[in-house]
C-alpha cells in the first residue's frame, strides 16, 4: 500500500495530516496503540477514508479509547454504540473493541501495559505476529494485524523510501537498537 498510499496522502484533505505525522511513526502511549488496534478493527471490511472521517466520532463514542472506560461496558453501551449514527455499527466489532479493552488492562499485570507487550514480542515477522495476535485479541487477522503494526512502525512497508514521512521516521531509529 506505500507507494499508492505516499503518492494519494499527501495534502489530501482526510489522509494528508495522518500519512505524514502519524502512520508508521512509533507509539507508546497505550491509549494511542488501543485507539489505532481498534480503528483498524473498524476498518475491515471498509476504506480507511471512512474511519479517518468517523475517527473523531468514534472516539468520542468509546470515551477516547480509555482501555479501562472501554473494558467495563456492558450491553447497555453496546445497544448505545449500535445505535450511534456517527460511528461505524457492527456488533461484532464493536464487541472486539470492548473485549480488546480487557486485554489491554490485563496486559497492565502481565508485562506492564500494553507498549511493553508489544516491546517484549519485538522483532518478529509478520506471520508469527498474526498468530500472537490471534491468540490475544479478538476480530484479528492477517490483514488487521499487519496494518496495525506497519501503522506503528513495528512492521516495514508504511511508507517508500522518497516519502518525506519515511525519512522522519527512520531519522528516530526509535527501538531498532533496543
Known amino acids: ?24 511513526f512509533p507509539v507508546s ?15 475491515a471490511g471498509l476504506s480507511w477514508e471512512i474511519v479517518l472521517k468517523k475517527r473523531k466520532a468514534l472516539n468520542k463514542a468509546f470515551d477516547g479509547f480509555r482501555p479501562e472506560k472501554v473494558a467495563a461496558y456492558e450491553e447497555a453501551e453496546i445497544e448505545r454504540l449500535l445505535g450511534d449514527k456517527t460511528i461505524i455499527r457492527n456488533r461484532l466489532k464493536i464487541q472486539a473493541v470492548i473485549a480488546n479493552a480487557g486485554t489491554v488492562v490485563e496486559l497492565r499485570k502481565s508485562h506492564g501495559g500494553f507498549a511493553k ?30 496494518e496495525f503494526l506497519m501503522s506503528i512502525g513495528y512492521l516495514p512497508g508504511a511508507h517508500e523510501p522518497d516519502c518525506p514521512a519515511y525519512s522522519r521516521i527512520n531519522d528516530k531509529n526509535w527501538f531498532r537498537e533496543k
Open 1 to 24: 500500500m506505500a507507494r499508492w498510499y505516499c503518492d494519494l496522502a499527501p495534502g489530501h484533505p482526510v489522509h494528508g495530516a495522518y500519512h505524514d505525522m502519524e502512520y508508521g
Open 29 to 43: 502511549d497505550e491509549r494511542a496503540l488501543f485507539e489505532r488496534l481498534s480503528l483498524e478493527i473498524m476498518q
Open 117 to 146: 507487550w508489544l516491546l517484549a514480542h519485538h522483532p518478529q515477522d509478520k506471520r508469527d505476529w498474526v498468530k500472537l495476535f490471534k491468540k490475544t485479541f479478538q476480530f484479528m487477522g492477517g490483514e488487521i494485524t499487519g
